[in-house]
């Protein structure tokens, strides 16, 4: 059993701890908060033997072998960072780091603590609709771009909307569209078409200068692919990829709940399963087979190429925010 501790008491937590105690693979041991009542009020329900609000005690007296952490987005990589050297195995939600130079930060700390192992949690990779997607685009003859779409309103936006300044959408806090729905998307094309030639992102910044929607188009040798963001919108476009006379149509590029392959008549197949009624599951039971089986060469392969897809995700993320000159407080990267 893989004792878990958390940085990170939200809904988003909650949702990976039920995860990772449905596969039965995993027990929530320990609770970093800012304050201990806050721990004891998220971990005593679920299991927890022991709370934190000291970061460095944490990470030294805690009796657990792997932290998932889910703070807000610009504290990723210094908590990251801390994990490793203490020689955890590391679980980030997306996205793990905010530019290059924090990724190879990251990357040169695994060498110096070898027993350290660093996932980054984009749940949807590991569904098995995602795989289905792959499959299909894989048997294509010919593949004319993409269109994906991943747009949810926000309930913090009333929160701009009455002058305040949310985490997801400040600089301080690496907040914004991109960053957090746009990254499942992100996740789409690189994983089903690979690193692009050139990109373009056109933001729609908001009051607090962060941006709220955006639009990115992104430029392969024979194709482009669109993707389509918004944390201050809701949209309801299904999600396309075109072959010669066939297209995949998605209900949604990141939640996956329906795919249908339609041919040259019009006519459909559904291709796609039934997902799970929590989507952390796939994920909680990957991380645990490659973790406790790691000497397996399969497991590693998956680990090393999953890290490789997360850096060339976070790569991208950057290049798009680039490309608009999005930037965040006291980001290192701007050349």
Do not use: C
């Not at 609709?129 to 771009?145: L, T």
């Not at 149509?249 to 249908?260: G, K, Q, T, Y």
């Amino acid at each position: 059993m893989l004792r878990l501790g958390i940085i990170g008491t939200n809904w988003i937590t909650k949702q990976f701890i039920d995860a990772a105690h449905e596969t039965n693979e995993w027990q929530l041991s320990s609770v970093y908060s800012r304050t201990i009542q806050k721990a004891h009020d998220f971990g005593d329900l679920l299991g927890a033997s022991e709370f934190f609000d000291d970061l460095t005690k944490f990470f030294l007296d805690g009796n657990f072998d792997a932290v998932y952490i889910a703070s807000p987005n610009s504290l990723h990589f210094e908590q990251a960072l801390d994990a490793i050297q203490h020689e955890k195995i590391t679980i980030v939600e997306k996205p793990i780091v905010v530019n290059p130079t924090q990724w190879r930060k990251l990357e040169s700390a695994l060498k110096d603590y070898p027993k350290a192992k660093l996932f980054e949690a984009a749940r949807h990779v590991h569904e098995p609709n995602f795989k289905v997607v792959q499959h299909a685009i894989n048997n294509f003859d010919v593949v004319q771009g993409a269109s994906l779409t991943y747009a949810k309103y926000s309930s913090r936006y009333d929160a701009v909307l009455n002058g305040e300044e949310p985490n997801i959408f400040s600089l301080d806090f690496a907040g914004g569209a991109l960053q957090d729905l746009g990254v499942y998307v992100v996740y789409d094309a690189v994983a089903w078409f690979g690193m692009p030639e050139e990109v373009a992102y056109f933001p729609q910044k908001i009051r607090t200068r962060v941006d709220g929607k955006g639009t990115a188009i992104l430029r392969y040798p024979q194709f482009d692919v669109t993707l389509n963001i918004g944390k201050i919108a809701n949209s309801y476009v299904q999600s396309e990829i075109y072959g010669l006379k066939d297209t995949i149509v998605m209900d949604n590029a990141a939640e996956l709940n329906s795919i249908r392959l339609y041919d040259e008549r019009g006519e459909f197949t559904e291709i796609g399963t039934k997902p799970e009624k929590n989507p952390m599951v796939a994920e909680a039971q990957d991380f645990a087979d490659v973790i406790n089986h790691f000497d397996d060469e399969k497991n590693q392969n998956k680990y090393y190429e999953w890290l490789q897809l997360s850096r060339n995700v976070n790569k991208l993320m950057f290049n798009l925010r680039q490309n608009a000159g999005l930037y965040f407080t006291g980001e290192e990267d701007k050349d």
